[in-house]
């Protein structure tokens, strides 16, 4: 089964609006990754955390990674209709390789 | 720079055909993967390959073989196709599986069994 677990499956918004997903695992991940799939396309690579406590933002998005590399987040502030999409989070695969295994996803839903 | 390229990107089946979904690379990439993707259950590996020559399964093998003759071609068999196979295939590849790497992904082959 996944070892990520993402929250929440779907979430609407107003244009405006602030946006949160989180990922959770139950065993220490070494690093996480978040992709973001357009409807329609495919997943793309958006930024990886490695350390513990990390925090990198891309202009309107924020990325956390927990503490004890066990949770992570992604924050979009004042989303837009062009943050629609799905957002996925990727942790290594148990027994220590990297080999990604993806959360189930979070679908955004931008209301104009 | 095509990256990661998938064929076809539509394919209708019936149930029992069998077929090949085609993915290529040219980033000299050493890692490849396959996942399927249906609505509510994320990206679901099917199988994996780390270089030429060697593959390994991931979590839902069953119904799907895989070569990797070159490091450039990682082709996904279906051997017996059947309407739970219904699904979008991702083929995705990264420089090395031993070191955190991002993932590229191609287009999709959106897969139709009746």
């Known amino acids: 089964g996944q070892q990520v677990m993402q929250i929440p499956q779907y979430q609407h918004v107003q244009e405006g609006e602030d946006f949160t997903t989180y990922c959770n695992s139950s065993?220490?991940?070494?690093?996480i990754q978040w992709y973001k799939q357009r409807p329609g396309g495919h997943p793309v690579f958006l930024i990886q955390?490695?350390?513990?406590?990390e925090v990198k933002k891309q202009k309107r998005l924020t990325f956390q990674f927990g503490e004890a590399k066990k949770n992570s987040s992604l924050h979009i502030t004042a989303t837009q209709t062009t943050d629609v999409g799905t957002y996925f989070c990727?942790?290594?695969?148990?027994?220590?390789?990297?080999?990604?295994?993806f959360g189930r996803g979070t679908s955004l839903i931008v209301h104009p | 720079n095509a990256g990661v390229t998938q064929t076809p990107k539509f394919q209708v089946l019936k149930t029992g055909q069998s077929m090949t979904l085609q993915c290529a690379q040219d980033?000299?990439?050493?890692?490849m993967s396959w996942y399927r993707q249906d609505p509510g259950m994320g990206l679901r590996l099917i199988h994996y390959?780390?270089?030429?020559?060697?593959?390994d399964q991931g979590e839902v093998p069953n119904g799907y073989n895989v070569s990797r003759s070159t490091t450039e071609d990682f082709p996904l068999r279906l051997l017996s196709a059947a309407p739970s196979q219904t699904s979008v295939y991702f083929c995705?590849?990264?420089?090395?599986?031993?070191?955190?790497?991002?993932?590229?992904f191609g287009d999709g082959t959106r897969l139709s069994i009746l």
């Open positions: 995705a590849s990264s420089y090395s599986h031993r070191a955190n790497q991002p993932q590229h």
């Open positions: 065993t220490t991940l070494s690093n």
């Open positions: 390959s780390v270089g030429a020559g060697i593959t």
């Open positions: 955390l490695v350390k513990s406590g």
């Open positions: 990727a942790g290594p695969t148990s027994g220590g390789s990297y080999i990604p295994t």
């Open positions: 980033m000299n990439h050493e890692y």
